[in-house]
């Protein structure tokens, strides 16, 4: 393990939380900065032999023409995030970087993605299969040019509308035929990606609430490959309080009667979640769990408002009125300022460490025991953050009795 190399091929690989994982990345490897906010570094993980972060080596796609070092400084002027001398001090890296990230696709996209992406920056191929094909060559030569063990696949990319799940066929065997029809697929990008990812003998994770790899066609798939899979849409901020704060509710016995949630944030994600369409995928992610934890529908409202000014930093007002003994009525209220790109970067570099471990140790399929990362967990029906995470204690501790001693 000491001398392979692993890769992270980032989707949407020059955005807000794609720039703050790498130059993250870069600070880890360099020992520049310390390892707050990463799950992977507590003591509980110490002997999973996980691979250091000097093993890491990224590329990418992406639909806009820029550079590393330019989007970083964009977020340091507009938010005041990362630090302007970690930045300099990582400029020939992020310089090198570029060169791995290649034109993305567009395909069902949604016209507010469509808007972002620049001339010869994406693929907007006829068919899916032409698109697959061209993404896999990209992962395969990535792979070869840097002789990497594997090669973890993540999407960081702006959040596509909802897709209609009942329209997509069942079975990868009548996906696949879809695959070669021009105007018959129901698939987005996000879905292309994954699958391309399986067929190049990567791992996939989605940090977004678009499908990716979600629909059970493509679980098929990554079953078929030998391939692991995790998502959907990282939970970093105010639905991590949710899944928190929703069980205290529950094991108290107090009725939650409503739970409305407020959030304003002015970066790309928001500009891009501005358009109702894409909003949806976000909203339904939100919104869901408080059912499921509680175990009935109290009456919920989610907001996301584009508002230019906050840049990358994030509030979110949430008002929870509940009934305690006697039916007598309470509130709860919190606000909670999260840079948001600053909370998701660690979840993300925590996810490849995670996913290269499981990967290594022959794990296929869904990753269920990554649930605690997600707000729309795939292949479970567990809200509740602690008991999410006794998953992934439990997946620790069954590594760790395989892990030899000298490896940890
Ligand atoms: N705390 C968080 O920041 C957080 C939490 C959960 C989920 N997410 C999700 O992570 C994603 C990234 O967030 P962000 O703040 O970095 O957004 P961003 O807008 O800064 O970055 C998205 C990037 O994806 C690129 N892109 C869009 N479509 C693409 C395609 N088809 N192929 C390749 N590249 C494409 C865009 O050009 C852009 O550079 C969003 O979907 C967001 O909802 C973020």
Not at 77 to 98: F, G, M, T
Not at 144 to 167: C, I, K
Not at 231 to 248: F, N, Q, W, Y
Not at 326 to 348: E, N
Request: hydrophobic share 40%; net charge negative.
């Amino acid at each position: 393990m000491s001398d392979t190399r692993i890769g992270i091929w980032l989707i949407g690989a020059r955005g807000g939380v794609a720039t703050t994982t790498i130059l993250g990345l870069l600070g880890l490897a360099k020992q520049k900065i310390p390892a707050i906010g990463l799950v992977s570094e507590l003591a509980l993980f110490n002997d999973l032999a996980l691979a250091s972060w000097d093993r890491f080596v990224v590329g990418g796609h992406e639909i806009r023409r820029s550079s590393l070092y330019d989007e970083a400084k964009k977020l340091f002027q507009s938010s005041h995030v990362l630090d302007p001398e970690l930045i300099e001090n990582c400029r020939d890296d992020l310089a090198k970087i570029d060169e791995c990230i290649r034109p993305g696709i567009l395909f069902n996209s949604g016209s507010t993605i469509e808007q972002l992406a620049q001339e010869g920056q994406a693929h907007c191929p006829p068919a899916p299969r032409a698109a697959v094909e061209q993404l896999v060559e990209d992962l395969a030569a990535f792979r070869r040019d840097h002789q990497l063990h594997h090669v973890v696949v993540v999407n960081v990319a702006s959040t596509e509308p909802p897709v209609d799940e009942r329209t997509i066929p069942g079975t990868w065997d009548e996906l696949s035929r879809q695959l070669d029809q021009a105007g018959q697929c129901p698939l987005r990008a996000s879905s292309l990606y994954a699958i391309a990812a399986f067929e190049a003998g990567c791992s996939y994770v989605n940090f977004t609430p678009s499908l990716g790899s979600a629909a059970e066609a493509l679980c098929q798939l990554a079953l078929r490959r030998g391939q692991c899979h995790a998502g959907r849409d990282g939970k970093t901020g105010e639905t991590l309080l949710k899944s928190v704060l929703a069980p205290m509710f529950a094991h108290r016995n107090l009725e939650v009667m409503s739970w409305v949630g407020h959030n304003i944030f002015g970066n790309m994600d928001g500009l891009v979640l501005d358009n109702p369409e894409n909003k949806q995928s976000k909203v339904v992610s939100k919104d869901r769990l408080l059912r499921e934890i509680l175990g009935y529908a109290p009456q919920t409202l989610v907001s996301i408002e584009y508002i230019q000014s906050l840049g990358d930093w994030k509030t979110a007002w949430d008002h929870i009125h509940f009934r305690g003994f006697l039916g007598t009525p309470m509130v709860l209220q919190f606000i909670w300022q999260g840079c948001d790109s600053i909370l998701a970067a660690p979840l993300v570099l925590d996810l490849v460490r995670f996913t290269e471990r499981a990967a290594r140790r022959g794990e296929t399929g869904v990753l269920t025991w990554l649930a605690s990362f997600f707000k729309s967990p795939m292949g479970v029906a567990e809200f509740d953050f602690h008991r999410q995470f006794q998953m992934l204690e439990a997946w620790a501790t069954a590594v760790r009795q395989e892990t030899p001693s000298a490896c940890r």
